[in-house]
């Protein structure tokens, strides 16, 4: 059974410029969730995607924004980037009864 | 005040010995619970999940939920080198997967 795919893996993208990033599921699972790691401020929750439908949402400005596709593939969008932007981005996905997340390898977004 | 608290460590236990990890959150509303290791520049690895009282075991981990202290709390028997990393807990206050984690705890295990 496959993991959680995110790509790319590494990304440097300059200050202003928008960033995509794509997330696909392990296979059956219905729900994907992305999150912001940071040394900061560690793991935060950035939005949910169940069924193409956006779930729940974190606190984060609309900068971020996401989709889920009918194959249950994500992509998040992080448009004007802030050198603050700078982190590892994390999708998990999840089943349906809100009981197993298993987090992809990471996006590291580096912006200069 | 955070929703979930962990020591940040680092806990530093003998190869051999039982490494207690602790968690307490905010929301009463709480369903279910995650331990999560994270080793570094890794992304973080689920070890278990639990939402009832009591205890749930699996191999070496002992998860113990207790709700009306809120407070959750991960034991890892016979302690490895292997296991240092940092555990990360996290809850979530319904069947969604938004996921509140704490800060993490960082475990060293000496050999």
């Known amino acids: 059974k496959a993991g959680v795919t995110q790509t790319p893996r590494y990304l440097i993208k300059t200050r202003g410029q928008q960033v995509t990033l794509s997330c696909s599921p392990i296979s059956g699972h219905r729900s994907v969730s992305w999150y912001q790691q940071t040394p900061g401020q560690g793991l935060q929750f950035l939005f949910e995607?169940?069924?193409?439908?956006?779930?729940n949402k974190g606190n984060f400005p609309g900068r971020f924004s996401g989709r889920q596709f009918s194959n249950s593939r994500s992509e998040m969008n992080v448009s004007t980037l802030e050198l603050g932007d700078s982190a590892l981005y994390l999708c998990?996905?999840?089943?349906?009864?809100?009981?197993?997340?298993?987090f992809g390898q990471g996006t590291r977004l580096t912006v200069v | 005040q955070k929703e979930v608290e962990q020591n940040s460590g680092p806990l530093s236990v003998p190869e051999g010995a039982i490494a207690s990890l602790n968690c307490t959150y905010s929301?009463?509303?709480?369903?279910?619970f995650f331990w999560y290791r994270q080793y570094s520049g890794k992304s973080p690895e689920l070890i278990m999940f639990i939402y009832s009282n009591g205890d749930k075991e699996d191999g070496r981990f002992t998860a113990q939920l207790n709700k009306a202290s809120q407070y959750v709390s991960l034991l890892i028997r016979d302690s490895q080198p292997s296991d240092s990393a940092t555990y990360l807990c996290a809850v979530n206050a319904d069947s969604s997967y938004k996921l509140i984690f704490g800060s993490g705890t960082r475990l060293l295990v000496r050999p």
């Open positions: 929301d009463r509303g709480s369903q279910s």
């Open positions: 998990a996905s999840g089943d349906t009864g809100g009981t197993e997340a298993f």
């Open positions: 995607y169940f069924s193409e439908t956006q779930r």
